[in-house]
T-cell receptor, first 112, second 112 residues
Framework: DAGVIQSPRHEVTEMGQEVTLRCKPI?????LFWYRQTMMRGLELLIY????????DSGMPEDRFSAKMPNASFSTLKIQPSEPRDSAVYFC??????????FGQGTRLTVV | EDQVTQSPEALRLQEGESSSLNCSYT??????LFWYRQDPGKGPEFLFT???AGEEKEKERLKATLTKKESFLHITAPKPEDSATYLC?????????????FGAGTQVVVTP
């Protein structure tokens, strides 16, 4: 298996623009997680899904952020409108059992 | 307030010089404690899960232990390839099962 695949790897956008991050989890993994990592706040869980259903979105910072999982092999995290403080590395991870999670390479987002 | 604190923030070791990293937690209820390593520019990689005080897990030169207040990650005779940031995370009884709260990490550099 190729592991968790995220795209794009890097994204630079202007403030106010819509940003969409994409993730393909490992096949057979029922859990999918979206994390954000910054120097100031470290690694934070934004939202996670089980069998394509959102379970806990308490980490989503505000209504500008939304996440979807239309099927078992694809998820998106959208920020609209984007702001400079959204600049971070966004990780997607997937898991079969919740004992361990496999992370993707991340998307480095810069909002200017 | 639930807190996860890792120390030291950074650690520089000579190859072969054993040491320990600390993860202390002040939480209302612990379901599990997790250790991950993260290489620069990559997503975290799972190492261990510990569930109860007294539990120990080993993998190559790494050994994780858990008490009621803290966890230690012991690195025995480290090699340069052990250089990474080591993250601990807790799963709380007050959170949903998939949610982990991460510490800020310990950056380890092992020099030849």
């Amino acid at each position: 298996d190729a592991g968790v695949i995220q795209s794009p790897r890097h994204e630079v956008t202007e403030m106010g623009q819509e940003v969409t991050l994409r993730c393909k989890p490992i096949s057979g993994h029922d859990y999918l997680f979206w994390y954000r990592q910054t120097m100031m706040r470290g690694l934070e869980l934004l939202i996670y899904f089980n069998n394509n259903v959102p379970i806990d979105d308490s980490g989503m910072p505000e209504d500008r952020f939304s996440a979807k999982m239309p099927n078992a092999s694809f998820s998106t995290l959208k920020i609209q409108p984007s702001e400079p403080r959204d600049s971070a590395v966004y990780f997607c991870a997937s898991s079969r059992t919740l004992t361990e999670a496999f992370f993707g390479q991340g998307t480095r987002l810069t909002v200017v | 307030e639930d807190q996860v604190t890792q120390s030291p923030e950074a650690l520089r070791l000579q190859e072969g010089e054993s040491s320990s990293l600390n993860c202390s937690y002040t939480v209302s209820g612990l379901r599990g404690l997790f250790w991950y390593r993260q290489d620069p520019g990559k997503g975290p990689e799972f190492l261990f899960t510990l569930y109860s005080a007294g539990e120990e897990k080993e993998k190559e030169r790494l050994k994780a232990t858990l008490t009621k207040k803290e966890s230690f990650l012991h690195i025995t005779a480290p090699k340069p390839e052990d250089s990474a940031t080591y993250l601990c995370a807790v799963r709380l009884t007050t959170d949903s099962w998939g949610k982990l709260q991460f510490g800020a990490g310990t950056q380890v550099v092992v020099t030849p």
